[in-house]
């Protein structure tokens, strides 16, 4: 019987998460394997095609989070990463108008006067104490979240010296408070009078998540998509050739540093002897034998499906069940012979409000809060919006490599749609709801369904069969406070470690959660040299 190969590290997904921990950890040294379930790396950063000559972004679609220290770490940009640029947000609104909101103070701040000299004239202000409150958030993004329930001194130190190291957190702590524990609609109305100006920042607590604004705790969405420091305040852009460029390039510098990647391997099991982990097994047959085992995938993938109930913890077991990844997001991929031409367009661009863009590329549909509210309203009670919130991007306006010349991709992603319908099935209904996304599209830019090619829809449930997220959840469950920092991705767990000597988790259901940052991955790869005591070149 042939023995199976033996590395120092085996890697449970080749998502950005893994690779990125795997990149780490291969050029400290260590003997690491990734292996990832489909043929391509890449998990939910990837580019594919979806139509003869049109290739999407076929999950995430913009980048926001990916953080500089990954980027210049990992050598990212010498192996092909390239950031394009993003117009400002644009905001069609009922009638023939717009709102536009961009990194620029100023240019928000005469887009919201339209509607509401006080709200311009606070808005400055806001802006100021939204980002002093991220800056809070930022400054523990690469801590390790300590277990406040333990008692030996070891951790009294660690918790104490994280709490002088960030003491300035202490002027702030209401700030964060109040972003943590309230609603979107309720913060922002502390600020702003005119809800369609409030719609424009409190869209952000919807996207990927099962809560409308008013939903207590949502405000902190906002926060965490306006947490990307790559380029400007909040970092977005097009990456040249889609996100699968990403993991693309972090695979590369891993494999020039050692890392070698197994594709078309899905993990089945990993494998317990003793209390510790010993390596993994797939579904066809192969094993892969390692002192430590590193897992990229969802915690209820992780615990759930590929360790036995009697090696783990009931309290575990039970958190894990309880995590809430319940989705009600939805994608669909459009090739188009042109992008959407909204209502208040050409009058944006007649007042020079898009800049040096002559068509928005980042769009949000969601004139006012209500409207977002009552989208929640819908899947809350069981069934999908009657008028769903939607981000149409079109990258083809900056990128060139996606489509034939002369055509266009449009990634529009929005909610809800919940991952199981109450009184109904996604069998019966998927076609009639990609009627309703597309009728209510209409309404925002009349005609554009004329011009639609080919479509790709991607349902919560398409998303779980796909890339293995629990129930469809980008973000691999809610961030909500109860499910952030020493709670994710279940109390006594957060630390990137397992109960198993020797099990790691380095993906999106750690802190600080989802999106396409890198930072899990990167964390987790310093707390596996820190035990293995391999230092060298230490992230």
């Not at 920092?485 to 999106?508: E, I, N, Q, T, V």
């Not at 750690?510 to 230092?535: F, M, Q, T």
Request: charged share 25%.
């Amino acid at each position: 019987m042939t023995k199976p190969p033996t590395y120092d590290v085996v890697i449970i997904g080749g998502g950005h998460n893994g690779l990125i921990c795997g990149a780490y950890l291969a050029r400290a040294g260590l003997r690491v394997v990734v292996v990832e379930q489909h043929d391509v790396v890449g998990g939910a950063a990837v580019t594919q095609e979806f139509h003869p000559g049109f290739r999407a972004s076929t999950f995430s679609y913009l980048m926001s989070l990916l953080h500089p220290k990954i980027i210049a770490d990992l050598e990212l940009r010498q192996h092909g990463l390239e950031v394009l640029p993003c117009s400002d947000m644009f905001s069609p609104l009922d009638g023939d108008d717009y709102i536009v909101y961009s990194d620029d103070v100023e240019r928000t701040r005469a887009s919201f006067g339209r509607f509401s000299p006080r709200d311009a004239a606070v808005y400055p202000e806001f802006n100021r104490y939204l980002y002093e409150a991220a800056d809070v958030v930022r400054s523990l993004l690469f801590e390790t979240p300590p277990d406040p329930s333990k008692r030996d001194w070891k951790t009294f130190k660690r918790i104490g010296s994280l709490l002088w190291k960030h003491r300035e957190i202490g002027g702030r702590f209401f700030q964060v408070y109040d972003i943590l524990t309230m609603s979107a609609d309720d913060y922002l109305k502390r600020w702003f009078e005119d809800s369609r100006i409030r719609a424009v920042l409190a869209y952000y607590a919807s996207i990927g998540t099962f809560a409308g604004p008013k939903t207590p705790g949502s405000a902190y969405v906002i926060m965490h998509h306006i947490m990307g420091e790559h380029e400007g305040a909040g970092g977005w852009g097009f990456i040249r050739g889609g996100m699968g460029k990403i993991t693309e390039a972090i695979a590369d510098h891993g494999r020039a540093n050692g890392l070698e990647i197994v594709t078309g391997a899905w993990v089945d099991q990993v494998k317990v002897a003793n209390g510790r982990v010993t390596g993994i097994a797939t579904r066809d047959g192969r094993e892969f034998d390692a002192d430590v085992v590193v897992s990229n995938a969802s915690a209820k993938a992780l615990y759930l499906d590929m360790i036995g109930a009697e090696h783990l913890p009931d309290d575990l077991l039970r958190d894990i069940r309880n995590m809430r990844t319940f989705s009600t997001a939805f994608k669909i991929n459009i090739a188009c012979d042109r992008p959407p031409q909204y209502k208040g367009l050409q009058k944006a661009i007649d007042e020079g409000a898009l800049g040096d863009f002559q068509y928005p590329t980042y769009v949000h549909c969601a004139p006012d809060i209500d409207y977002l509210e009552k989208a929640y309203d819908d899947a809350k009670h069981g069934w999908y919006s009657e008028r769903p919130f939607m981000t149409p991007v079109v990258p083809t306006i900056v990128d060139d490599s996606l489509a034939p010349a002369g055509k266009h991709v449009v990634n529009l992603f929005g909610g809800h749609a919940p991952h199981e319908l109450r009184d109904g099935s996604w069998a019966d209904e998927k076609e009639n709801f990609t009627n309703t996304v597309f009728d209510t599209l209409d309404g925002f830019a009349p005609g554009f369904t004329d011009d639609i090619i080919a479509t790709e829809v991607l349902l919560a449930p398409d998303i779980e069969a796909r890339v293995n997220l629990p129930q469809g959840h980008i973000f691999h469950g809610e961030l909500a406070l109860d499910q952030l920092f020493f709670k994710r991705p279940a109390p006594h767990y957060a630390d990137y470690r397992g109960p198993l000597k020797g099990l790691y988790m380095c993906g999106s259901s750690c802190h600080p959660g989802g999106g396409v940052s890198g930072i899990p991955g990167h964390n987790a790869a310093r707390e596996i040299l820190r035990d293995v005591g391999k230092r060298r070149r230490a992230p």
